[in-house]
């Protein structure tokens, strides 16, 4: 949803981030829940702005989203004839994990979770018409099956793989390695970005149950700031300054 920043854009490499929900459609700004939504447009515009970049890394922080919107952004950056490496930075579950496997070279923490699933949909209608939404998912499994074939060890069996996905396999990077041609790195310090669709999820792990702290140190500094201008010009007690600073930080931690 919404432009994509470039970062660290030098001509021959580029940053692109997912870390958020994955959409099917870019959506106004006012429409946005996290800013950091990505749809197909986002990532099409991002790819349009660059200038002969020869080098694309990906950083993945996302919970998953549209099964419809991840695979076109996979196929997006698959096109692209610039060499690209994905980064899983602290989670890339559901959708998140197909638009991984883009990287020509895929980085996975050991630390850091990739969780593989069958999609899911909401239907409403007679019985025929649920059928059609069962087959309609069913094509959209084989799909994300192959996708994941593209990146498998070998002697890894198509089977193991749907096997994985049909019991919603959640794994780290170590045990991620026995399946997949992925690199380990070493611990990331990239806290796993809460999702709208985690509670959608049946195994999902404990330690994503809660949404994460924000990591922004500056948090405190804004709610400081703001209290001093307001004391400067309401001229309030102290106490009631401290009452303020509590409702800013409130504020401030609904929305990063």
């Given at each position: 949803m919404g432009s994509i920043e470039i970062r660290n854009n030098t001509g021959t490499a580029a940053d692109l981030y997912f870390f958020g929900d994955i959409n099917s459609e870019s959506l106004g700004?006012?429409?946005?829940?996290?800013?950091?939504?990505?749809?197909?447009?986002?990532?099409?515009d991002f790819l349009d702005q660059l200038d002969g970049a020869e080098k694309i890394n990906v950083h993945i922080n996302s919970g998953g989203g549209s099964v419809f919107g991840?695979?076109?952004?996979?196929?997006?950056?698959?096109?692209?004839?610039?060499?690209?490496?994905?980064?899983?930075?602290?989670?890339?579950?559901?959708?998140?994990s197909?638009?991984?496997?883009?990287?020509?070279?895929?980085?996975i923490p050991e630390n850091a979770q990739m969780m593989i699933h069958k999609p899911s949909s909401i239907a409403w209608g007679n019985a025929d018409d649920m059928r059609k939404e069962a087959d309609i998912l069913d094509g959209c499994q084989k799909v994300i099956l192959n996708t994941y074939m593209q990146h498998v060890k070998?002697?890894?069996?198509?089977?193991?793989?749907?096997?994985?996905?049909?019991?919603e396999t959640?794994?780290?990077?170590?045990?991620?390695q026995e399946y997949f041609d992925?690199?380990?790195?070493?611990?990331?310090?990239?806290v796993a970005w809460t999702s709208?669709?985690?509670d959608k999820y049946a195994n999902l792990p404990p330690e994503l149950e809660k949404k994460p702290e924000p990591q922004n140190t500056d948090i405190e500094k804004i709610a400081e700031a703001v209290v001093r201008r307001l004391n400067g010009k309401?001229?309030?007690p102290q106490h009631e300054t401290k009452n303020k600073k509590a409702e800013i930080l409130e504020d401030l931690d609904y929305f990063v």
């Open positions: 700004e006012w429409q946005k829940y996290y800013p950091d939504d990505k749809a197909p447009k986002d990532v099409q991840g695979i076109a952004i996979y196929n997006i950056l698959k096109r692209h004839k610039a060499e690209i490496t994905v980064y899983v930075e602290g989670i890339a579950a559901s959708i998140a197909v638009i991984a496997m883009a990287g020509d070279k895929i980085v070998e002697g890894i069996t198509p089977e193991q793989i749907n096997a994985l996905i049909d019991a959640w794994k780290n990077g170590g045990e991620w992925i690199e380990v790195s070493e611990k990331s310090n990239v709208s669709y985690f309401l001229k309030e």
